[in-house]
Each structure stands twice: as C-alpha cells, then as structure tokens.
C-alpha cells in the first residue's frame, strides 16, 4: 500500500523559512519522480517543484523560483521542500505526490499518489 505523509507545515511571518518533509512507503522510492503541489482555499491545486528518481533534475514553478528547493535521499525514502522568503500568497495546504515513473514531471495526471497535505500558513 503507497503512502505519503508530510510534515512541517506552520505559521510562519513573511520573510522566514519552513522545511517540509515527506516520507513514503509501500513501493520501492527511488523508482519515482516526486513532487509537491499546493492548495489555497478557494483555488485548484498548483504545481510547486518535481524532481526525477535520482535527484538528477528538478524543475520549479515560476512563483517559487530562487526560494524554494526540492530535495530527496532515496535512503530515508523521503522527498524535502526547503521554504525560504516565503510570502503571504505562499499560504496554501502542500501536497506530496509520487509520480507514475521515475522520471521529472509537472502535471497532475502525471502523478498517482498523494499525500494528505500540511498546512503553510504565511502571516504578513
């Protein structure tokens, strides 16, 4: 059985820094490109940040270029989305997904398993 679960939401002022994890089980990690997505009340979910089996490539959304970094270690079987400069729009509930293969990709359907979410709650 696949899981995500995140970890590492808050409130934090604008400006500041949060680390969000995400640890996976039930299927071999390193054999799937990860993302994270996002959600704010009232808005369809966005693509934030992908990155391939390996580590080798990642991609970012426009909207969080320069400040937000996708990471993995395949031997924690975890993925991690290190946060900086955030900004009030930057508040949203965050998605971890497990792509349907190994490699980088951006669309939802392109991705089979989600994660729960956490809360990022960026006060101004």
């Known amino acids: 059985q696949v899981q995500l679960k995140e970890s590492g939401g808050g409130l934090v002022q604008a400006g500041g820094s949060l680390r969000l994890s995400c640890v996976a089980s039930?299927?071999?990690?390193?054999?799937?490109?990860m993302g994270w997505f996002r959600q704010a009340q009232g808005k369809e979910r966005e693509f934030v940040a992908a990155?391939?089996?390996?580590?080798?490539?990642?991609y970012n959304a426009d909207s969080v270029k320069g400040r937000f970094t996708i990471s993995r270690d395949n031997a924690k079987n975890t993925v991690y989305l290190q946060m900086n400069s955030l900004k009030p729009e930057d508040t949203a509930v965050y998605y971890c997904?497990?792509?349907?293969?190994?490699?980088?990709?951006?669309?939802?359907?392109?991705?089979?398993?989600w994660g729960q979410g956490t809360q990022v709650t960026v006060s101004s």
């Open positions: 039930g299927w071999t990690f390193s054999t799937r490109g």
């Open positions: 997904a497990a792509g349907k293969g190994p490699f980088l990709v951006r669309a939802l359907d392109d991705y089979g398993s």
């Open positions: 990155i391939a089996w390996n580590g080798g490539s990642t």
